[in-house]
C-alpha cells in the first residue's frame, strides 16, 4: 500500500493477510469431501503443523541445532495419555498440561544452550536427551505400558464434543493449530521474536542492545516445548494408542526435514513442510520399499536448489510472502 | 562538571597476558573522545571492558556514578552505554527496520501475554516502536532502504543502520568501534558530521576507536592514547600530537 | 578379577571400533566444523561394498576391503564437491540435513536392492578362540584390535610427525593462514571429508562380520561414535580414540556390574554425564560459548 | 472477525457429525470390498524399514492367494490384494489402515508383522468390525480378549501358545530346574517370555538370572559371563535373530555349554549360516512353528507356491508362516458360499476346528470367545547334528 521503495508486486501484505485467515475457513470443508483415510492425512498434517512450527522456533528463528523436539512430541503425548487414563482428567485440560509439561522439558533443554553448548555438540546432546525420554517410556512399564503403549480412554471430549472419529478430532485439531500458529506468529512479530532471531544472527550484539540473551533462549526454548507438547496431545488422540516407537530417531529426522522442506524461520513454511512430508509417504505407498530413497532425495533436491525451503518459490510470486518480524 | 564514565584503574588479562593495565579517564556528556593507539594497544579490549563483554582483572568503572564492572552487557546497555562493533555488529538477514527495531527493544513496553494474544496495548505499543524506527531511518535518508535486509546493503548505509539502531534509544553515553573503516571519503565525512552533532546538539557523550589520524585530529575534543594496554597520554588533539611518547608509541610498533 | 579382565578386553575390541567410527567424524569435524549425521549410513556402505565385491564381483577379500574404502574415499571427495560446496553458504542446519539425507539415501539405496534380506559377512580368518591365563581371546578380538592399532600408529604417525600431518594441523588452526601458505582449503576439505569416510568404511568391514550386514547397521553405531567424541573432548582426535576405548569398556561394565539394561543407553548416559560434569570432555579444549 | 471464524467452525462441526452419522449403511458394510469377480484383502506388513526381513511372510501369504487365484479362486471370486506398508512404525500403519478400510474399502484384512503396529492399528480397525486376521505378529492382547464386534483373529500361535511350548520344552530335559533368561525388553520379548516363566514356574522350574540384551548390540560378553556364573540348567532366550547370533558366539567363546531355547523370532539354519559354526548352535533350541524343517519335504509344496510367484525369493523361517491362516481363510470363505457377507465370513472362521494346514504345527481352532487359533508350536534343535524337529526333549515330532 504505501511502499516507498516502488514495490510493483501482485499481492499486497494486506491482501495476504486475508488469504491467510480464509486458509482455514476454506479448510472447513474438508471433512464434506474427505473419506475417513483422507481426513487422517489432514489430521495428521495439523498435528504435524504444530509439531513444525513449534521445531521451527528452535531451528529457523533462534537458529540452534537442537533436536529435543521429539522428546517434547512424546512428553506432550504421554502427559496428555497419562492424565486422561489414571487421572481422569479430561482432554481439554490435558492439552494444557500437556503445554505445561512440554514448556518445562523446553526449559530443562534452553539450561544446555544456556550452559554455552551449541551447534552439533548441542545436537548430539539434546539427540541423547531424547532417546533416554524414550527408554523411559519402554522401561516405565507399570505407567507407561512399556511397549505396548498407552491406550486412551474410548470416551474422549473437547468441550463437550466427543472425538470418536475422525470429523471432530479435524474440527478441534483445526482449531487449536490455528489458534497456536496464530499465537506463534503474533510471537515471532514481536520485539520478542525479532530478539530470538537477532540472537541467531548474532548474539554478542544482541546484548548490546540491552536484550537480556540468556532469557529470550529459554522463552524460545519454552514456546517451542509447549506447541510441541500440545501436538503431542492432539497426536495421542489421533493415533488412540501413545507408543515409544512413535518418539524415536526416525521422526526427530522426520520433524526435521519438514522445518528445512518448508523453510527455516518461516511459519507458512512450516506449514508446507508439514503438509508435504506427510501427504508424500502416502503418495509413494505405490513403489513400496523406495520409502527413504525418496525421502533422502527430495530433501538434498530442497537443499541443493532451493535452500530456503519451498516457502522461496512464493517470494518470487510475491515479495509480500516474506516474514517480517514486526506488523504493519 | 561530573563525568559520564568514570574508569579507575582498569586492568584486563587474557590467561596471563596483560591486555590493559590500570587504565584511569575519565568521560564527558557533549563530548567526542577519540581512543587511538596502535594495533594490539588495548582499544577494542576497553570497549569491551566498558561494555561489560570481557570481565576486568581489577578496577572500577562508574556510569553516572553507579558501578558498571561486573554486569552483563545486556545490563550495562539498559542502563545507558551502547557500543557498536568493529564487524558484523548488524543482523544481516533481517531488514534495516528490523535491526532498528531490535535496537528499540527495551522501549518497546509490551508484555508476554499481550504480544501472544494479539492485544491492543501491545500492538500500539509495537506501532509506536516502528513509526519511530521507520522516522529514524528517513532523518539518515534510509527510509528506501528500510525493507531490504541489511546484507543487500552498502557498506555505508550498513554503517548508517547500525548507527541509527544504537541511536535509537537515545543513549548517554556511546562506544563506537571503528565507525567509519571502510566508507568512501565523502561518506566517512558525512559520519563524522553525524557524530559531533549527536554530541554537540544532543550533548550525547561518544568515545570513538579510529584509525584515521586525520579524523581524529578534526572531528574529536579529546584523546585517549593507550600503547601495550597501558594509557600513555590523554588530552586535546593539539596536546596529543605533540606528545613525545606517542610519537615513539607509534613510530616504535609501525 | 578373570570376569573384570574379560569384560575390558571385550569392551576394547568393541571400543576399538567406536574409536575408529568417532575418529573417523572427529577428521572432518576439525578439518570443515561439519559432523556428519549420516555417517552411520556411510559405514553401512563401506561394509555393503564389499559384501558386493565378494560375492558378485568374486574379489579375494582383502582386495575387496581395499576397494570399498578406495570408492568410500571416493565418495566423500563427491560428497564434499557435490552437496555440502554448493550450501556452503547456509547455515549449518542445513549441513546436518544435508548429511543425514544422504545418509538417507544410502540406506534406501540398499534396502531397495536388498530389500528383506539380512546376509552374514563372509568371515575373513576362523582363528580359534585361545587363553591368556583364564582369558579368552578370540580371532574377532584380535583381528579387530590389531587392526584398529595398526591404523591408529599409521594414522597418528602421519598427523605429528610428517610434512602432511603438520599442514592438515596448519590447516585445522587456521584456514586463512593455510590459503597464505598455499594450501587450497577447499581441496584440503574434500580430501579430509574421502578420509573419514574411507575410516568409517573401514569400521563398517570390521563390523559387519560380526553384527550381521543390513541397512540399518550404522545407526547404532553412530549413536556411539558421538558418545565417544563427546567423553574424549568433542574436536580432540586422541580424545576421540580414548573415548572410544572407554565408552566400549563402560558398556560392558555397566551391563555386568549394574544392570544389562541400561548396557543399551550407556552412551546416551555418558552423553548427560559429560554436559553435567565437564562439557569439554576428558581432552577437550573449551567448546562452550559464553551466553 | 476471531469469533465469526469460530462461529463458523462449529456450525461445520455440528454439520460434519451429522453428515458421517448417516453414510455407513448395514448392507453397505456387509459387501464392501466384494465384486462377482473379486474380494479385496488389505495385506499390511513392514515391506520397508528395519523389520523389513518380516515381510516375507506377507509376500509368502500373497502367494498363496495367487496360487488359489491361478486355481479358479472361490466362488467365482479373486483374490484382489492391497499390500500397504507399515514400516513397523506405529503412525505409518495407522495410516495403512485408514487407507484399505476407508479409501480402498477392502472386504477383509489379512498380515499384520509387527505386534507395535497391530495394537496401534486396533483402535481404527477394531470399531468397525471388518474381519482382521493377524497372520504373524505374536502379542496375544490384538485379539484376546475377544473385541467388541468379535472381528479379529489370530492365525499363528500367540505368545502364549509359543512361550508355553518354550516353557514346556525346557522343563521336558529331565533335571532341569534351575532356569536363566536372556531377553530384549520390549514387548515382543515379553510375549514370548512371560507365558514361558509362566509355565516353568508352575512345572516346579525356578528362574535364577534375568538379563537383558538390547537390539543392536554387538556383543554380549557381560551377560554371558553373568549367565556362567548363574549355572541355570536351560537358558530361555527372548532375543531376534542377530542378536541371537552374537549371544550364541559369544556363549561359545566363553564356554558357555548349556541349552538355549530361543524364539519363533529366529529359526535354526539361518542361525547356523550367519553363525558359520555347527559347534556355536548346537545346544540350540528353537520354537518351530511348523510341521517340518524350513527346507524339508513337506514344506516343499508351499515353497514351491511362494517362488512359483517371487523367483528371487529366499526363504526363510518366516516365509510360510502366514500361509497357514491363508488356508483357514480360504476354507472358511469357501464354506460360506457364493453369498458372501463379513458376518456369515466371521461365522464361518469361528466355525474352524482343528484345521491341519500342513504348515503349522498346530491345529487352527476359532470359536467365538477364543481366537488365538494356534495352540502349540513345534521345536527345532539338532540332533546328532542334524536339524530336526521335535514335540519335548528328546522327542521328534
Known amino acids: 500500500m504505501e511502499k516507498k521503495n516502488g514495490n510493483t508486486s501482485l499481492i499486497t501484505s494486506n491482501q495476504l493477510r486475508w488469504f491467510y485467515y480464509l486458509v482455514p475457513v476454506a479448510a472447513l470443508i474438508i471433512p464434506f469431501v474427505a473419506n475417513e483415510y483422507l481426513l487422517w492425512i489432514v489430521n495428521a498434517i495439523l498435528v504435524y503443523t504444530l509439531v513444525t512450527v513449534g521445531f521451527n522456533i528452535i531451528i529457523g528463528n533462534l537458529g540452534q541445532l537442537a533436536f529435543a523436539n521429539t522428546a517434547f512430541f512424546g512428553i506432550g503425548a504421554y502427559t496428555s495419555a497419562i492424565l486422561m487414563v489414571y487421572g481422569g482428567v479430561p482432554y481439554t485440560l490435558s492439552i494444557l498440561m500437556s503445554a505445561i509439561v512440554g514448556g518445562l522439558a523446553g526449559f530443562l533443554a534452553s539450561v544446555t544452550a544456556l550452559r554455552g553448548i551449541r551447534l552439533y555438540y548441542l545436537a548430539i546432546i539434546t539427540l541423547a536427551f531424547g532417546e533416554l525420554m524414550r527408554w523411559v517410556y519402554l522401561h516405565g512399564d507399570d505407567v507407561t505400558k512399556g511397549s505396548d503403549g498407552l491406550r486412551i480412554p474410548d470416551d474422549i471430549f473437547f468441550l463437550g464434543i466427543p472425538l470418536d472419529s475422525e470429523v471432530p478430532k479435524f474440527f478441534v485439531f483445526l482449531l487449536l493449530a490455528v489458534l497456536l500458529v496464530k499465537a506463534t506468529s503474533n510471537l515471532m512479530r514481536s520485539r520478542i521474536g525479532r530478539a530470538i532471531v537477532a540472537i541467531r544472527e548474532n548474539e554478542a550484539t544482541t546484548a548490546s542492545l540491552g536484550i537480556h540473551t540468556a532469557r529470550y533462549i529459554v522463552l524460545a526454548f519454552v514456546w517451542s516445548g509447549s506447541v510441541v507438547g500440545v501436538a503431542g496431545a492432539m497426536f495421542a488422540v489421533l493415533t488412540e494408542r501413545v507408543l515409544p516407537e512413535a518418539f524415536g530417531l526416525t521422526e526427530v529426522i522426520i520433524h526435521f526435514g519438514m522445518v528445512l522442506v518448508g523453510g527455516t524461520g518461516s511459519i507458512v513454511g512450516s506449514v508446507i513442510g508439514a503438509i508435504t512430508l506427510t501427504t508424500l509417504p502416502e503418495y509413494f505407498r505405490q513403489f513400496p520399499g523406495m520409502d527413504e530413497l525418496f525421502f533422502g532425495i527430495i530433501i538434498v533436491l530442497v537443499l541443493l536448489f532451493l535452500p530456503k525451503g519451498i516457502v522461496s518459490l512464493l517470494w518470487r510470486i510475491s515479495p509480500a510472502f516474506k516474514e517480517r518480524y514486526y506488523r504493519d | 562538571m561530573e563525568p559520564l564514565l568514570k574508569v579507575q584503574g582498569l586492568s584486563v588479562n587474557f590467561s596471563g597476558l596483560k591486555a590493559l593495565s590500570d587504565v584511569t579517564f575519565d568521560s564527558f556528556a557533549g563530548e567526542v573522545r577519540a581512543v587511538i593507539g596502535p594495533n594490539g594497544a588495548g582499544k577494542t579490549t576497553l570497549f569491551n571492558a566498558i561494555s561489560g563483554y570481557v570481565p576486568s582483572t581489577a578496577g572500577q568503572i562508574f556510569f553516572k556514578g553507579e558501578p558498571l564492572h561486573g554486569l552483563a552487557p545486556h545490563d550495562i546497555s539498559v542502563k545507558g552505554v551502547r557500543r557498536t562493533f568493529q564487524t558484523g555488529g548488524l543482523f544481516p538477514e533481517m531488514s534495516a527496520l528490523e535491526n532498528v527495531l531490535a535496537g528499540l527493544h527495551v522501549q518497546i513496553e509490551s508484555g508476554f501475554f499481550g504480544i501472544v494474544l494479539g492485544l491492543a496495548e501491545a500492538r500500539e505499543a509495537e506501532r509506536e516502536g516502528i513509526l519511530r524506527a521507520k522516522r529514524l531511518l528517513d532523518l539518515m535518508d534510509l527510509g528506501a532502504a528500510a525493507e531490504q535486509p541489511v546484507k543487500d546493503l552498502s557498506g555505508g548505509q550498513q554503517r548508517m543502520v547500525e548507527i541509527v539502531r544504537t541511536l535509537a534509544t537515545e543513549p548517554p553515553l556511546l562506544l563506537l568501534d571503528e565507525p567509519v573503516v571502510g566508507l568512501s571519503p565523502p561518506m566517512r565525512d558525512r559520519m563524522m558530521d553525524i557524530i559531533r552533532r549527536l554530541a554537540g546538539e544532543e550533548g550525547i557523550g561518544i568515545m570513538l576507536i579510529e584509525h584515521v589520524i586525520d579524523l581524529v585530529m578534526s572531528g574529536s575534543d579529546t584523546i585517549v592514547v593507550l600503547s601495550s594496554g597501558e594509557l600513555i597520554a590523554e588530552g586535546t588533539p593539539e596536546e596529543v600530537r605533540q606528545n613525545r611518547e606517542v610519537l615513539e608509541a607509534y613510530l616504535g610498533h609501525a | 578379577m578373570d570376569i573384570f579382565l574379560q569384560l575390558t578386553l571385550s569392551g576394547l575390541s568393541q571400543g576399538a571400533i567406536f574409536a575408529l567410527i568417532a575418529l573417523s567424524l572427529t577428521v572432518v569435524y576439525r578439518a570443515t566444523t561439519i559432523v556428519n549425521f549420516g555417517h552411520g549410513d556411510f559405514v553401512m556402505a563401506g561394509a555393503f561394498f564389499v559384501y558386493v565385491l565378494v560375492i558378485y564381483v568374486e574379489l579375494p577379500y582383502v582386495f575387496a576391503a581395499i576397494s570399498a574404502v578406495l570408492i568410500m574415499l571416493g565418495m566423500g571427495l563427491g560428497v564434499s564437491r557435490g552437496f555440502i560446496d554448493p550450501i556452503k553458504a547456509g547455515p549449518h542446519i542445513g549441513f546436518a540435513m544435508m548429511s543425514i539425507s544422504l545418509g538417507y539415501v544410502l540406506r534406501g539405496g540398499a534396502r531397495f536392492l536388498w530389500g528383506r534380506e539380512v546376509f552374514p559377512m563372509p568371515r575373513v580368518f576362523d582363528i580359534e578362540p585361545f587363553f591368556i591365563g583364564n582369558l579368552v581371546v578370540t580371532g574377532d578380538v584380535l583381528f579387530i584390535s590389531a587392526i584398529v592399532a595398526v591404523f591408529l600408529l599409521i594414522f597418528f604417525f602421519i598427523f605429528y610427525r610428517t610434512t602432511t600431518g603438520v599442514i592438515i594441523q596448519a590447516v585445522y588452526q587456521s584456514e586463512r593462514g593455510a590459503t597464505l601458505i598455499g594450501v587450497n582449503v577447499r581441496a584440503f576439505h574434500q580430501s579430509m571429508w574421502g578420509v573419514g569416510l574411507a575410516m568409517g568404511a573401514l569400521a563398517g568391514i570390521l563390523i559387519a562380520p560380526i553384527s550381521l550386514l543390513h541397512p540399518d547397521l550404522g545407526a547404532t553405531f553412530l549413536i556411539r561414535g558421538f558418545a565417544a567424541m563427546t567423553l574424549g573432548g568433542f574436536g580432540s582426535l586422541g580424545g576421540a580414540v580414548v573415548g572410544g576405548l572407554l565408552l566400549g569398556v563402560a558398556e560392558q561394565l555397566f551391563g555386568f556390574y549394574i544392570n544389562s539394561s541400561l548396557q543399551d543407553i550407556t552412551a546416551y548416559l555418558i552423553i548427560v554425564a559429560v554436559l553435567v560434569i565437564r562439557p569439554a570432555g576428558l581432552f577437550g579444549r573449551t567448546v562452550t560459548v559464553r551466553v | ?397
Open chain 4, 1 to 397: 472477525m476471531k469469533s465469526f471464524l469460530i462461529k463458523c467452525m462449529f456450525g461445520a462441526m455440528a454439520l460434519g457429525v451429522l453428515l458421517i452419522g448417516n453414510t455407513v449403511k448395514a448392507e453397505d458394510w456387509e459387501t464392501t470390498g466384494l465384486t462377482d469377480k473379486a474380494i479385496k484383502v488389505g495385506v499390511m506388513g513392514p515391506f520397508t524399514g528395519n523389520a523389513s526381513s518380516y515381510s516375507k511372510t506377507q509376500i509368502g501369504l500373497m502367494a498363496y492367494f495367487k496360487h488359489i487365484n491361478d486355481q479358479g479362486g472361490i466362488h467365482g471370486r479373486k483374490f484382489e490384494m492391497f499390500p500397504e506398508d507399515t514400516a513397523c512404525a506405529p503412525a505409518k500403519g495407522i495410516a495403512a489402515a485408514k487407507k484399505l478400510v476407508h479409501q480402498d474399502k477392502v472386504f477383509y484384512l489379512h498380515g499384520n508383522s509387527c505386534s507395535a503396529v497391530a495394537m496401534a492399528v486396533k483402535p481404527t480397525v477394531s470399531p468397525t468390525g471388518i474381519p482382521w486376521i493377524i497372520a504373524h505378529a505374536v502379542n496375544p492382547k490384538i485379539t484376546m480378549p475377544v473385541n467388541e464386534k468379535k472381528s479379529i483373529y489370530h492365525g499363528v500361535p500367540a505368545g502364549p501358545a509359543y512361550g508355553s511350548t518354550m516353557g514346556e520344552f525346557v522343563m521336558s530335559k529331565p533335571g532341569a530346574k534351575r532356569i536363566a533368561m536372556i531377553t530384549h525388553t520390549n514387548d515382543w520379548a515379553k510375549a514370548y517370555c512371560d507365558p514361558a516363566i509362566k509355565v516353568i514356574k508352575a512345572t516346579g522350574g525356578e528362574i535364577v538370572l534375568e538379563q537383558a540384551l538390547e537390539r543392536g548390540q554387538t556383543d554380549a560378553t557381560a551377560q554371558v559371563l553373568k549367565l556362567k556364573g548363574a549355572k541355570p540348567d536351560f537358558i530361555l532366550g527372548c532375543l531376534y535373530e542377530a542378536e541371537t547370533v552374537i549371544f550364541l558366539r559369544d556363549a561359545k567363546k566363553y564356554g558357555l555349554r548349556i541349552p538355549v531355547m530361543g524364539t519363533a523370532g529366529t529359526d535354526l539354519e539361518n542361525t547356523l549360516e550367519r553363525l558359520g559354526d555347527k559347534d556355536a548352535v548346537k545346544d540350540y533350541y528353537v520354537l518351530h512353528a511348523f510341521v517340518d524343517k524350513v527346507d524339508g519335504p513337506k514344506m516343499k509344496k508351499w515353497n514351491d507356491i511362494i517362488l512359483k510367484y517371487n523367483p528371487d525369493e529366499t526363504i526363510t523361517g518366516f516365509s510360510a508362516v502366514s500361509m497357514a491362516s491363508g488356508v483357514a481363510a480360504v476354507k472358511a470363505l469357501q464354506n460360506v458360499g457364493p453369498d458372501l457377507t463379513r458376518s456369515k465370513f466371521i461365522a464361518e472362521l469361528d466355525k474352524i476346528k482343528g484345521l491341519s494346514t500342513g504348515i503349522l504345527a498346530c491345529d487352527i481352532t476359532w470359536s467365538a470367545t477364543d481366537r488365538h487359533g494356534c495352540k502349540k508350536s513345534a521345536v527345532a534343535g539338532f540332533v546328532d547334528g542334524n536339524p530336526t524337529v521335535l514335540s519335548s526333549w528328546g522327542k521328534p515330532w
